[in-house]
């Protein structure tokens, strides 16, 4: 390391100011709190892992997803033929998918 780089005898560390406290000072300073923030995590329920998707899990979204897709072909093919309902077919499949998206989620905690 050359002369010119090396911090005088009076000059703080490169990176550190006079009124910083030196890495050792700061790093005792905060193990009491972190061992207190680790005590009171033991007792704490672990998170809930599941993806959510607007709040709801992502399998009971991904099933209204496909019951609205569903919906809206058959409201399709329901106009091709001469009956014309607006949204009512995509409510109502919505609807199952919510059902069934519903199921499939509290199966999956069941095994859990």
Request: hydrophobic share 45%; proline share 10%; net charge negative.
């Given at each position: 390391?050359?002369?010119e780089?090396k911090?005088?005898?009076g000059?703080?560390?490169e990176?550190?100011?006079?009124?910083m406290?030196e890495?050792?000072e700061?790093?005792?300073?905060?193990?009491?709190?972190?061992?207190?923030?680790?005590?009171?995590?033991?007792?704490?329920?672990?998170?809930?892992?599941?993806?959510?998707?607007?709040?709801?899990?992502a399998?009971?979204?991904?099933?209204i997803?496909?019951?609205f897709a569903g919906?809206?072909?058959?409201t399709?093919?329901?106009?091709v033929?001469g009956?014309?309902?607006?949204?009512?077919?995509i409510i109502?499949?919505?609807a199952?998918g919510?059902?069934?998206?519903k199921?499939?989620?509290?199966?999956?905690?069941?095994?859990?």
């Amino acid at each position: 390391m050359n002369e010119e780089l090396k911090p005088q005898a009076g000059e703080p560390a490169e990176g550190t100011t006079p009124d910083m406290p030196e890495p050792a000072e700061a790093a005792e300073g905060t193990l009491p709190a972190a061992e207190g923030q680790a005590e009171g995590m033991e007792g704490a329920p672990a998170p809930d892992d599941t993806p959510r998707i607007f709040g709801m899990p992502a399998v009971v979204f991904r099933s209204i997803a496909v019951g609205f897709a569903g919906g809206l072909i058959l409201t399709g093919l329901l106009g091709v033929l001469g009956v014309h309902f607006r949204y009512l077919p995509i409510i109502v499949c919505a609807a199952a998918g919510w059902l069934i998206g519903k199921q499939l989620d509290k199966r999956r905690n069941a095994q859990k």
